[in-house]
């Protein structure tokens, strides 16, 4: 049994879906709230346990990097402001976990993305977080697919059930049930975003992901697919027919972040967690339904 220690973050897109705001701004640095979504990814990874992150970029990314890294001159200026909570909480930033970058050179696709990770990530199991899909921080998901891959030795994905109206939107998963592990499920087939009508289930693959090493040479051997891309889903498929794949079914906890209004229910949700925005927010959403007759 080896223990998953490294993550691949792939932060490559162009985030099509929040222009024009990702014109000159990576959709990984939105906002929710006062830390970008991809610390709360690599914060989710941290949790779960990660200690080395891969983070995938593009030459357009570089807030991302810059955001990871240690900005002493804002620190020293903080502290000699007597500012050591925010201080603090800067440099913090930095010591999460060892973190790494590479940039994907062409946007061939999210297996080509994973792909760039095989020299870092090497003959170890490793896990694979999407930054549009954000977990709630009380969400065990990803600790729960690290035991289940470490248990068994399989890549374990997430699944999540959706309107058929959604599966076109996603990976799709044909599964059987494994006696005795739910919510572990064995995969056997997927396809990348079907239409509804040839959908195998309403299991949708959601962008968490932890592989075995086998997963690079199904990428390798995966051929460009749906809009010409190198396709994480067609390597899941090839690796599932083999030697095998699981998934993980989940319920809630999950946010699109790359989705407008599921984004400002994550800033919602998780405001309303916090002592120092609750009161304001609030106050802010009571007069809010008031004033839409909501009630
Ligand atoms: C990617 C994957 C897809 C998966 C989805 C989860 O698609 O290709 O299989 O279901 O993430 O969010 P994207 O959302 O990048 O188009």
């Known amino acids: 049994m080896s223990t998953v220690r ?11 879906r929040f222009l ?40 357009y990314k570089k807030a991302i990097e810059d955001h990871f890294d240690r900005t002493i001159e804002l620190e ?31 946007a061939l696709g999210l297996g080509h993305a994973v792909g760039m990770a095989r020299r ?3 003959d170890e199991p490793f896990a694979v977080l999407l930054g549009d899909d954000m977990m709630h921080p ?43 592990a739910e919510p572990l499920v064995a995969v056997r ?21 932890v592989f075995t090493a086998e997963i690079f040479e199904h990428i390798e051997r995966t051929a460009p697919g749906k809009g010409g891309e190198i396709q994480l889903t067609d390597a899941m498929a090839t690796l599932a027919a083999g030697s095998g794949v699981n998934g993980w079914v989940f319920e809630g906890g999950r946010y699109d ?5 599921d984004y400002l229910r994550a800033i919602l949700d998780l405001g309303s967690e916090r002592d120092d925005i609750r009161p ?16």
Not at 194 to 200: L, Q, V, Y
Not at 257 to 261: E, I, R, S
């Open 6 to 16: 490294k993550a691949v973050i792939p932060a490559a897109g162009w985030g099509t």
């Open 280 to 295: 304001g927010l609030m106050r802010v959403v009571r007069d809010f339904v008031e004033r839409e007759g909501l009630e």
């Open 138 to 180: 009380s969400s065990p998901l990803l600790r729960d697919m690290i035991g289940a891959t470490e248990e068994r030795d399989t890549s374990t994905i997430a699944l999540m059930r959706v309107p058929k109206e959604d599966v076109s939107l996603y990976g799709s998963a044909a599964v059987e049930p494994i006696e005795g």
């Open 76 to 106: 020293g200026l903080l502290a000699d402001g007597g500012k050591e909570v925010e201080a603090e909480q800067v440099r913090a930033i930095a010591d999460l976990a060892e973190i790494h970058t590479i940039r994907q050179g062409q």
């Open 257 to 261: 972040v790359g989705n407008k209004v």
């Open 20 to 59: 024009p705001f990702t014109k000159s701004v990576p959709k990984e640095m939105l906002p929710i709230i006062d830390r970008p979504a991809i610390q709360y990814i690599v914060e989710e990874a941290v949790a779960a346990g990660i200690e080395d992150i891969l983070i995938i970029t593009s030459p």
């Open 120 to 122: 870092h990530v090497g």
């Open 189 to 209: 087939g997927l396809v990348e975003k079907p239409r509804s009508e040839d959908a195998p289930s309403d299991l949708a693959v959601i962008g968490r992901y």
